[in-house]
Structure formats: structure tokens, C-alpha cells
């Protein structure tokens, strides 16, 4: 079957984030409505636009029960779930339906309460994802998410000698921007030590070298080159994306050091006609320290095991040769579960000048063109990569 051409350009016209952090008054749906609304009035466009939706996470029916809560009647919807990276693999979905004219305008809503539910009792952490299938295998013997990375990271080292003190400085500089950053959950400073020195959590991954949990949600709306004349913002457009699947059980993954981010960047890379050397700013999953490294290295930032001398010297940092994770990333600003959306949102806003105090400039001071976003779902199961370009 062949691909559908492409008829229309498509734009990111709006972008939001709910309240974030500490949320402990709202509801999940309450900030799925929060974060649609504040990103339609970023658009500038009316409701009636809107003939897409896109949602995951909630609901027995998601996304019908959260379209439903907001009142939207959508003629295209989209629930995949492929964890992190949900959002990068929606967004390219609903940039090719309204390329191909079957949605005007879809809207990307995401809200989690994941922190005020632990401090509630109204659930627990959980240790994995199931233990149907294929994960049985796995399960019973304590084989945990973060043990996965844990032990995808150890075989980094193994390979290429990556260093702790390497991956430790990757959350140093997620510190370092998050500082610039009001919205952003933790912004005191940290060092390697501290990085090294914290509570173990799964070995090599002390406290620091893993994600913060947060609540909060964001919104994204796309749509179609005719409406861009009707925005209040300049328009975003997407440029190029790129979806992947690797594995579910650790013993069908090929190789720990690579990531399905190698074939989605391949793939956004040149549908967008443009290099990674050309990115100016980089919004990269990192519910760990390792996640940021191998994303680095899967989108050819740099070449495989280099990961970690690249990320040295501060090059990821707001000032940096490759600013990544400029809000902080879920390392320090939010991660209230499936981040991926708020890498869209924060890539648009950078692309935008609209970033405040952790604006990112060229040195020239012109603002940035082009970004990058790539999203990673379960331990490297999947990603999702989008080209982003302002003009």
C-alpha cells in the first residue's frame, strides 16, 4: 500500500502546560482540561477547529472518556500507548491525517496526578507492568523497570567504558538549566559527588540519577498551513518523524547500548532533509541518566560510546554546544509519567523565544531553528522522533 501523500504543511499552533509539581487539589481530568484550554488560547483558534484528539494514560476508554470530559465530538482520534514515547508517535500520526486532509486541527492532551496519588494511598509505586505474556518470564523474579536500564547502563560501561561520574554529570547539567527555569520542580544546584553519593536505587542508578515524580500535564495542538494565518503565535512547523518498536522482554533486545532511537531519528532526520549537526536544541526522554547518553548517540550526535565524553564540558547545558533538556528535563523540572508531550511543548517554546529565562540563543543571539524531540517508552521498547523548524 502506498504512503498518503502529503497535500499540506502542518504546524504546531499551540502549546501548553497545566500546573505542575505539587498538585495535590486537582484531578488527572482536571488537568487534561487545564493544560487543552490554556494551549487553544495559545493557538488563538476557536473549539470548532478542533476535529482530532489524541489522549492515553486515563480513562476506560481513552481517549473517548477524556474528549467526552472536554466536551469535543472528534471526527479522528488516536490512543496508541507505547509509554514515553506515546506522544512523539501521536504527534506524527496527526501531522500525517491532517497532511492528508482527514483533520483540520487534532489536539495532544496528557494530565497525571502520579505524585499526589503515592502521597495519598490512592495507589502505589509500581514495580512493573504486568505479568501477563511475554513479561512473565520476567516478573517473578523482581526484574523492575529500573533494573532494566540499570542493567542496560552497566553494559554500556562494560562495552565502551562510560563512567558513573560521566552519566552523574548529565544530571549535573539537567540541574544546571532547570535553574533557569521557575517552573521546574528542583533547581538547586548538585554535583557529581552528590550524584554519586546519594541512596542506591538500582545499581549503578543512585536517587539523582533517576527521574524526579511529579504531577502535572501539558497540551499540544497541530493543524493544518491554512490556519496558520489565524494564530496568535508564529508557527512551528513539523518537519520530519520517525516511529520504531524494539522488544518487550530484556531477552529479545539485540544490543543493551542501542535504542530504537536509532532507526526513529534515522527516519525524522530524513524526512525533516536535515543532519543532526543542525539541531539547535535537543529534548530527549531522560527518566535516567543513560537514556539521555544512548539518545545521544542513537540520533548521531555522536558516533556509538561516546556518549559520555560528549555530554562532558557542560555541552548540553542552556550555553552549550547541543542546549538538551533546556527546562530540566524529567531528571529535574517534571515527570509526572509519560513525559514525551512535555519535550514537544518545550521544543516549541524554544523554537518560539517564548522560554523566558532558559531561553536558548545562538551565539550570534538569534533564536533557535531547529529542535528535536525524542521520546523513549518502556525500557527502550519504543520512540518516537520529531524535527521541529521555526519560519
Known amino acids: 500500500m502506498c504512503a498518503a501523500k502529503r497535500v499540506r504543511k502542518v504546524a504546531v499552533v499551540g502549546v501548553s502546560l ?50 467526552e470530559y472536554l466536551g469535543l465530538r472528534p471526527t479522528w482520534a488516536d490512543s496508541t500507548t507505547v509509554g514515553g514515547a ?26 497525571s496526578t ?10 502505589t509505586a509500581n514495580l512493573s507492568f504486568g505479568a501477563r505474556g511475554p ?15 540499570a542493567m542496560a547502563t552497566r553494559r554500556h560501561m562494560h562495552e565502551y567504558g562510560t563512567t558513573l561520574e560521566q552519566l552523574a554529570d548529565i544530571a549535573v547539567q539537567a540541574r544546571v538549566n532547570a535553574a533557569h527555569n521557575p517552573d521546574a520542580m528542583f533547581r538547586d544546584p548538585i554535583t557529581v559527588d552528590d550524584v554519586l553519593s546519594g541512596p542506591m536505587i538500582a545499581d549503578p542508578f543512585t536517587k539523582l540519577h533517576c527521574c524526579i515524580r511529579s504531577d502535572g ?13 489565524d494564530t496568535a503565535a ?3 512547523w513539523v518537519l520530519g518523524s520517525g516511529t520504531a518498536l524494539s522488544h518487550s522482554t ?34 530527549l526522554y531522560d527518566a535516567f541518566t543513560y537514556m539521555t547518553l544512548v539518545t545521544l548517540e542513537d540520533l548521531g550526535f555522536c558516533a556509538k560510546g561516546e556518549g559520555g565524553a560528549f555530554a562532558a564540558k557542560g555541552r548540553l547545558t542552556l550555553g552549550g554546544e547541543l542546549p538538551t533538556n533546556t ?11 509519560m513525559r514525551g508531550l512535555f519535550l514537544l511543548v518545550e521544543a516549541v517554546r524554544q523554537l518560539r523565544g517564548e522560554a523566558g529565562g532558559h531561553q536558548v540563543r545562538k551565539a550570534d543571539g538569534r533564536l533557535p531553528e531547529l529542535a528535536v524531540a525524542s521520546g523513549t517508552g518502556g525500557w527502550f521498547c519504543s520512540s518516537g522522533t520529531v524535527v521541529l523548524g521555526r519560519g
Open 217 to 229: 500535564g501539558c497540551a499540544v495542538l497541530l493543524a493544518g498551513e491554512e490556519y496558520v494565518p
Open 18 to 67: 497545566s500546573d505542575c509539581g505539587r498538585v495535590d487539589t486537582a484531578t488527572p481530568y482536571a488537568l487534561h482540561a487545564q493544560a487543552a484550554r490554556r494551549a487553544l488560547a495559545d493557538s488563538g483558534l476557536d473549539r470548532s477547529v478542533v476535529d482530532g484528539f489524541a489522549s492515553a494514560g486515563l480513562g476506560t476508554l481513552a481517549p473517548v472518556e477524556v474528549a
Open 234 to 236: 508564529p508557527p512551528v
Open 86 to 111: 506515546t506522544w512523539e508517535v501521536m504527534a506524527a500520526h496527526a501531522a500525517d491525517a491532517i497532511a492528508a486532509g482527514r483533520a483540520r486541527a487534532v489536539l495532544l492532551v496528557y494530565g
Open 250 to 283: 530484556m531477552s529479545e533486545w539485540d544490543d543493551f547500548t542501542a535504542s530504537p532511537a536509532a532507526a526513529s531519528g534515522r527516519a525524522a532526520f530524513e524526512r525533516a532533509g536535515v543532519r543532526p549537526s543542525e539541531i539547535d536544541v535537543a529534548e
Open 135 to 149: 513479561l512473565q518470564f520476567e516478573v517473578p523474579y523482581g526484574h523492575t523497570l529500573i533494573a532494566k536500564y
Open 114 to 123: 502520579a505524585r499526589a496519588d503515592i502521597r495519598a494511598g490512592r495507589r
Open 327 to 337: 527546562d530540566g528535563g524529567g531528571l529535574s523540572a517534571c515527570h509526572p509519567g
